[in-house]
């Protein structure tokens, strides 16, 4: 069965990753823009963009994985609001290129004002980017958005401050392109309650495991769910998305329960963007 994950930071793992996940079935990879273990200049934000864009792409083709990315600056960084200035202004250069399906991964961290004023430019980036395409007769083509939740002890409160950051821009907002990540048990509920669609994200050391994952898909049901492994420098597995899998089939899941949160998901939100190549299967295909 073939694979699409939502949410890996390619920029930090090896090229040897990239065929081991092509061995294991994945067709398409997302990678959102988020903190290289330091905090860059904006001249530094301009040269990720362009590895984003322009390498991975690349790397990924090698083995016939499609490479999509994202743009923003990441919560981490957003603090200092003369350095998010200058890099949002950089930001509308890379939205048109030909594998960014939008804006993110962008949010909050520590639940600071400045974090979520730099959040709501990013919002508001992605919807004028939305009325411009709307403007020029474009049907479906607009920027996706996707948002980070703050990790452990403040997830909860910023989750729910993102929830009602989203709802102050009113109908500008559409629920069905904007993907809530991260969420765990005592978040997952609020975000697809909002109309969102929401990710799950399995890391070892601040997120959520295999077993946990399977448990939220049992008890929310598979629609506008995703899995990511969002495997970068920090301890992780690219693989993580395949183990969850795994732990599905063990406990019984269906072949159609496994498409829908693993590939048709994905492939449905991303398809609302036109870049995105992979379309949703029907489960006779697969068995064929």
């Known amino acids: 069965m073939f694979i699409i994950d939502p949410h890996c930071h390619m920029v930090s793992r090896t090229t040897a990753d990239y ?14 823009a988020f903190w290289a273990g330091f905090d860059r ?11 984003l864009t322009e390498f991975e792409p690349k790397r990924a083709a090698q083995f016939g994985i499609d490479h999509y990315c994202w743009i923003c600056l990441n919560p981490k960084e957003a603090e200092d609001l003369g350095k998010a200035k200058e890099v949002l202004a950089e930001i ?44 020029a007769g474009a049907t479906g083509g607009h ?5 980070h939740t703050p ?26 392109r904007v993907l809530i990540d991260h969420v765990e048990e005592h978040t997952i509920k609020i975000v697809k309650d909002a109309g969102y669609w929401a990710g799950m994200t399995l890391y070892p050391v ?3 495991t295999p077993q946990r994952a399977v448990d939220m898909i049992e008890m929310h049901g598979a629609e506008r769910l995703m899995v990511n492994a969002a495997a970068d420098w920090g301890v992780s597995d690219p693989l993580n998305t395949h183990r969850t899998m795994l732990e599905a089939k063990k406990r019984g899941h269906a072949l159609e329960t496994l498409m829908t949160v693993f590939y048709n998901n994905p492939a449905r ?12 299967m029907r489960v006779e295909e697969v068995r064929e």
């Open 206 to 208: 601040s997120k959520c």
């Open 269 to 280: 939100f991303f398809g609302q963007c036109p870049k995105f190549k992979p379309r949703p």
């Open 41 to 51: 200049s904006p001249a530094g934000f301009v040269d990720y963009y362009r590895q």
């Open 151 to 176: 990790h452990l002890e403040d997830k909860l409160k910023g989750t729910k401050w993102t929830l009602e950051m989203l709802k102050d821009f009113g109908s500008k907002i559409d629920h069905s």
């Open 143 to 147: 920027h996706l958005i996707l948002i």
């Open 19 to 32: 065929e081991t996940m092509a061995l294991a079935g994945v067709v398409a990879i997302s990678e959102p």
């Open 92 to 135: 509308p250069k890379f939205l048109d290129k030909p594998t960014v399906l939008g804006v993110g991964e962008i949010g909050l961290n520590k639940n600071t004002p400045n974090e979520a004023k730099v959040f709501q430019q990013h919002v508001q980036m992605a919807i004028d980017t939305w009325e411009k395409s709307k403007a």
